[in-house]
């Protein structure tokens, strides 16, 4: 971790916006976008939880400092926007967090992450339920379906997922991510079509190598 999660938490929990968007507008000059999602915004977030978990701060100031960190990446990805919408490919993609599941910082940064490589992206937040991301899914017949979730009682739902869209007939690549393809092994549910993400550097390294290539532009 890098000495700016700390400072940067501090802003978050203290609400302060303008500090906090002054304090990632320096760093960008100096970091490239990638490193400052991974590297301080993620810790950042993380040392917020770990100060609730310890009982140091309470769920509302948890709750402020997301409400600021989603207002910081809503700045950031108003300029990725600026950068992928010359270069936009017919690539789709739908990201949600699983049924119950109420984290997705990460997974916002996620979708930025595909904006700035050119991708049309449908990301439809946390909590959303099963029967809802079906039909989600079917009408907007996305070339990859990110999935998030955090905790170990959420692999139920996560393989009733899996489960569901593999069958799919154009055949989209599904990607899982969020701290549970941190902290637990998945490696059961991975396949050709199933794809374990650990986190935004994994997701960079599949762009780099063109992993986006072998998927079909024109299902």
């Known amino acids: 971790m890098t000495p ?16 906090a968007i002054e304090y990632i507008e320096n760093l960008i000059s100096e970091y490239p976008r990638l490193y400052l999602y991974e590297d301080i915004i993620t810790p950042a977030m993380y040392y917020v939880g770990e100060l609730w978990e310890n009982n140091k701060i309470s769920v509302a100031d948890e709750h402020l400092a997301t409400a600021i960190c989603d207002f910081v990446l809503s700045r950031i990805e108003a300029q990725t926007k600026k950068i992928s919408g010359e270069h936009q490919t017919t690539f789709k993609a739908m990201l949600f967090g699983v ?49 998030s979730a955090s905790l170990s009682y959420r ?7 899996v489960e569901h869209f593999r069958t799919l007939e154009w055949n989209p690549l599904i990607m899982i991510g969020g701290r549970m393809a941190k902290k637990f092994e998945l490696e059961e549910l991975e396949s050709d079509q199933v794809m374990i993400v650990k986190d935004l550097n994994h997701l960079n390294q599949w762009f780099n190598e063109g992993r986006e290539g072998a998927i079909n532009e024109t299902s």
């Not at 904006?115 to 079917?138: F, I, M, T």
């Not at 692999?155 to 997922?161: I, V, W």
């Open 4 to 19: 700016h999660h700390k400072t940067l938490a501090r802003f978050f929990l203290e609400g302060d916006e303008k500090g």
């Open 99 to 147: 049924e119950e599941e109420q984290h997705y910082i990460g997974l916002k940064m996620v979708a930025a992450t595909f904006k700035e490589h050119g991708w049309r992206v449908r990301y439809l937040g946390p909590n959303l339920g099963l029967q809802h991301s079906y039909s989600q899914v079917h009408s907007y017949k996305p070339h990859v379906i990110g999935l």
């Open 155 to 161: 692999l139920p739902t996560l393989k009733k997922l």
